[in-house]
Each structure stands twice: as structure tokens, then as C-alpha cells.
């Protein structure tokens, strides 16, 4: 039943930065993992970073050292804090549950431009 909206997204230039939040319409305090992908057009969706409820971290080497995910129970919402961002970095931003057993969402657009 929980529900799961990603906001933040935009356009940005090389070197810059930006956090994207995912909000739930539930309680996310029984989500052991949550994640975050991006997809790229053409391209497969990958996986970018988790974070356990119990706040252990884990992040895919393209982004290892400049992004940061986080999450706050309280407040129904994981974020992710990007810097040095990179044209590469350019996709639509999703969040998910690992195991994902609801449907993705509309994702954020993240562009970075050269």
C-alpha cells in the first residue's frame, strides 16, 4: 500500500549538485532496504545506492565518494545527496524497496550539462 514520490530533479552543470528526496504515503520504518536507480535513455535501469533502516550505506562505484544516501524515518523519506555531478549522471532518478514488491514511480529527471 505504500506509495513512493521522487522530487528534486533538474538541471544542472557539470560539478554541481543536487538532492533528490523520495517521499512515502506510508510509514517506511518496516522497509529494511531502500534504494535508489537511474536510467538512462536507451539504456538499462541500474542501481545506485541502499540504506538499511538501521542507516548502513551502500553505493555503486560510478557514485562511490559523491553521492550519499540517507533516510528519515520520522519524516517518511529517503534522500540522496549528489555533488560533483557528472554529464554521466545524467537519468530519471527511482527509489524502491529492496525487495521491490510495489511498482516503480515517475521518477526525477537529473540533467547535467557539460
Known amino acids: 500500500q505504500v506509495q513512493l514520490v521522487e522530487s528534486g530533479g533538474g538541471l544542472v552543470q557539470a560539478g554541481g549538485s543536487l538532492r533528490l528526496s523520495c517521499a512515502a504515503s506510508g510509514s517506511i520504518f518496516s522497509i529494511t532496504v531502500m534504494a535508489w536507480y537511474r536510467q538512462a535513455p536507451g539504456k538499462q535501469r541500474e542501481w545506485v545506492a541502499t540504506?538499511?533502516?538501521?542507516?548502513?550505506?551502500n553505493y555503486a562505484d560510478s557514485v562511490k565518494g559523491r553521492f550519499t544516501i540517507s533516510r528519515d524515518n520520522a519524516k517518511n523519506t529517503v534522500y540522496l545527496q549528489m555533488n560533483s555531478l557528472k554529464p554521466e549522471d545524467t537519468a530519471v532518478y527511482y527509489c524502491?524497496?529492496?525487495?521491490?514488491?510495489?511498482?516503480w514511480g515517475q521518477g526525477t529527471q537529473v540533467t547535467v550539462s557539460s
Open positions: 540504506i538499511t533502516s538501521t542507516g548502513s550505506t
Open positions: 524502491a524497496p529492496i525487495p521491490r514488491n510495489i511498482g
